[in-house]
């Protein structure tokens, strides 16, 4: 019998485990797709723990898009308007080699710019930061994950002295309390929202409250939805902390014991009023006070949210706030209680990890920390003060980095930031300002691959061995189980051989990437995400492990499946840290002129910018095309019918979509899906519409609102 390989999905970041089957087995029939191409069987994996052999739409189609559009040999150009031309590798390495060269000369290492991606495994994500921050002295390199979940990363730093998350999947079916805000887990994160779906239906006394301004599929299932306005998020949070505290629903002697900062907190609270925080929260009081009710009564209360805290101009305001109701109340470090972080990305943590955004080195540590960046050049076996004291620049940076003539290399890989970058026209046209950008991705054509002077084709998933860790902080080894398409390479071979063209070959000198994550755990060693018990070989043999996972705990059979269980934080004093904030509300609220707020947001069938479910069709046909959610109220004072056009203009841009006419979103509030770049649907990305003023902290862009105008087609 053909043994299945076991992989994990590469979409979202649940991380379910899936088996994958070639197309033809012994005395089946070929498994074929509508057009009768062969494809390769995906079915979940019963014994991977994060996920149980369950999958959604996503992971169960995902490998009919393995052989379609795939960019299969390396293409150059001199310019923009010319077609590009065939290349060897060879030549393509030169070419980058030498751009890299000249600019080290002419700009030096800060006009080396990389933007990398959540889809990279950790052994991509390794070598790259090895490259970059170790080896050309530049921390310019940031990830898509910066709009993703970059907020969290800062919000739990700043609480509990270190990222990650606290909570393991399990929580979902321990707790009295789930506490979902800023999240559409039914669509987004469809496996674990099914697993807390079916743990409420079973218990009767567990309540689920969710939080969000439209009336998603998960606020259908929830005991109560608070359709709060936009930007009022640390509103509501305060005002439950202030009914928690009047109600005396709080845990004085963990307060004492484990945490600091209370006071200054609790000065902030006192001014939120419950009767003030409902009406500018849009919310009824008894609702608000039920909520804080809920949370005040239960022994366990596990918060969960993604994109609608994070994406924000005060997103770690916004995730500290919320991490406060668990301190103020004791409820972390206890099966089925704690603030969880759910990521997008398949790998997003892999990054966080391995030192994947501008501020950070591998390990947990960061690059303004001098003892961190002294331990990582040593390992590197680099010269003292290679690595740059300097955060580098961020998603955003690189944009203004460019428009001011700061960057000479732009190489962006596994992502399409020519549709998810904020302020999209502004955007482009700083990618049309690039004296020179490498696109390495595995599908052609995509939006971004247009503002390239080279392409490399890089090899996806299931064609390179690597390891991924979910949101649960589960790590999981991903075997190939083919062969790269045409030429194509891992992303980490391709960063690895410029290494070795630039002169660094003892730093570049892996037979596989078994020895990537060899060395790269040890930079883990004793570091709160120690994972030295977690490489390729321990990962066959027990199957996914989460860390932190020593290889002494390892070799003992201790397993972490929660953070923070001895109530002692990664902080100096072993204390979390209470923070206190007031609202700020969104960076473009809405005014006469553009009297909407527009949020966005994603559909369950489809993924990110379409690169892979824009070819596969059964997600294409659950989501045809793009379209604006409007509430009647104002459908009908914009004298508006379901389907007809809507022009929606910010003051950035503008696109066209459909109306689909729905009480399910709050008034004066419009929702527009992100999946559609100009591939797909013409003047349908939101993101021309939205701006990038970004959290100080995270510097993550409020990508989820902006103030908008409707104008409906057939008056113009
Ligand atoms: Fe893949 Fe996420 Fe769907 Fe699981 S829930 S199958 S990880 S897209």
Redesign the pocket.
């Known amino acids: 019998m053909t043994e299945p390989t076991k992989t994990l999905?590469p979409?979202?970041g649940?991380?379910?485990g899936l088996d994958v089957l070639p197309p033809a087995l012994p005395g089946k029939a070929t498994n074929r797709d509508k057009q009768g191409n062969p494809i390769w069987q995906v079915r979940g994996d019963r014994n991977h723990p994060s996920?149980q052999g369950k999958?959604?739409v996503?992971?169960a189609t995902v490998s009919e898009a393995l052989d379609k559009d795939r960019l299969k040999y390396p293409m150059m150009r001199d310019s923009l308007n010319e077609p590009f031309q065939q290349v060897s590798w060879d030549e393509a390495f030169d070419r980058i080699v030498q751009q890299i060269q000249t600019v080290r000369v002419t700009q030096g290492p800060s006009g080396i710019c990389m933007y990398g991606s959540g889809q990279f495994q950790t052994e991509d994500y390794y070598i790259a930061q090895k490259l970059l921050k170790g080896c050309l002295g530049t921390n310019n390199f940031d990830a898509n994950s910066r709009l993703c979940m970059s907020s969290a990363v800062s919000g739990y730093i700043q609480s509990f002295g270190t990222d990650g998350p606290p909570c393991c999947y399990d929580d979902l079916e321990e707790t009295d309390c789930a506490f979902l805000i800023g999240t559409n887990t039914a669509e987004c994160?469809?496996?674990i929202f099914n697993r807390l779906r079916v743990y409420h239906k079973k218990n009767k006394s567990v309540k689920m409250i969710v939080v969000d301004p439209r009336c998603t599929q998960t606020a259908e299932a929830a005991d109560l939805h608070l359709a709060i306005k936009p930007g009022t998020d640390i509103d509501l949070l305060n005002g439950i902390a202030h009914l928690l505290m009047r109600w005396g629903f709080f845990d004085s002697l963990f307060i004492d014991d484990c945490t600091k900062d209370f006071p200054e907190y609790a000065e902030v609270i006192r001014h939120y009023k419950p009767e003030l925080v409902a009406r500018k929260c849009g919310i009824r009081l008894d609702d608000l006070e039920k909520a804080a009710r809920w949370w005040g009564e239960s022994n366990r209360v596990l918060s969960l949210w993604s994109m609608g805290m994070n994406q924000s101009s005060e997103g770690t305001a916004k995730v500290r706030t919320l991490i406060n109701l668990h301190l103020m109340t004791g409820n972390i470090g206890k099966p089925g209680a704690g603030p969880f972080s759910l990521t997008g990305q398949?790998n997003a943590m892999g990054g966080r990890e391995a030192g994947g955004l501008a501020h950070i080195l591998p390990g947990y540590r960061v690059v303004k920390n001098p003892q961190h960046r002294a331990e990582v050049e040593e390992f590197w076996g680099l010269e003292p003060g290679s690595i740059s004291p300097n955060p580098g620049l961020t998603a955003w940076d690189m944009i203004t980095g460019l428009e001011q003539n700061q960057v000479g290399l732009l190489w962006i890989a596994a992502t399409n930031p020519a549709v998810s970058m904020p302020d999209l026209e502004r955007t482009k046209a700083a990618y049309r300002k690039s004296p020179f950008t490498v696109y390495q991705d595995a599908y052609y054509p995509t939006e971004t691959a247009a503002f390239a002077h080279v392409v490399l084709p890089a090899a996806q998933w299931g064609e390179k061995t690597g390891t991924m860790t979910n949101s649960e902080r589960m790590v999981t080894l991903c075997p190939a189980f083919r062969s790269p398409l045409g030429e194509a390479k891992a992303d980490w071979e391709i960063f690895a051989e410029v290494g070795r063209r630039l002169g660094f070959a003892e730093q570049f000198n892996f037979a596989d990437s078994a020895a990537v994550r060899r060395e790269f755990v040890q930079l883990t060693r004793n570091r709160p995400c120690d994972m030295t018990g977690i490489t390729n070989e321990t990962l066959s043999e027990f199957g996914p492990i989460q860390w932190p996972c020593s290889d002494s705990s390892k070799d003992e059979g201790v397993y972490n499946k929660r953070l923070y269980t001895n109530l002692r934080f990664n902080t100096p004093d072993g204390r979390a840290k209470f923070g206190a904030y007031h609202s700020k509300g969104l960076a473009e609220p809405p005014d006469p002129d553009y009297p909407f707020v527009l949020t966005t947001g994603r559909l369950y069938g489809q993924w990110h910018t379409q690169t892979r479910t824009g070819r596969i069709e059964k997600t294409v046909k659950m989501h045809p095309q793009p379209f604006i959610e409007i509430h009647p109220r104002d459908a009908a004072k914009l004298d508006i019918n379901e389907g007809e056009i809507i022009e929606v203009r910010s003051r950035r841009g503008m696109g066209r979509f459909p109306a689909k006419i729905t009480k399910g979103i709050t008034p004066e509030t419009v929702f527009v899906p992100m999946h559609w770049g100009s591939l797909w649907a013409e003047l349908a990305e939101v993101n021309s519409l939205t701006h990038p003023e970004s959290c100080p902290d995270s510097l993550q862009p409020e990508l989820k609102a902006c103030a908008v105008q409707l104008i409906p087609v057939k008056e113009i």
């Open positions: 999905c979409y979202c649940v991380g379910c996920s999958v959604c996503k992971g994160h469809p496996i398949p």
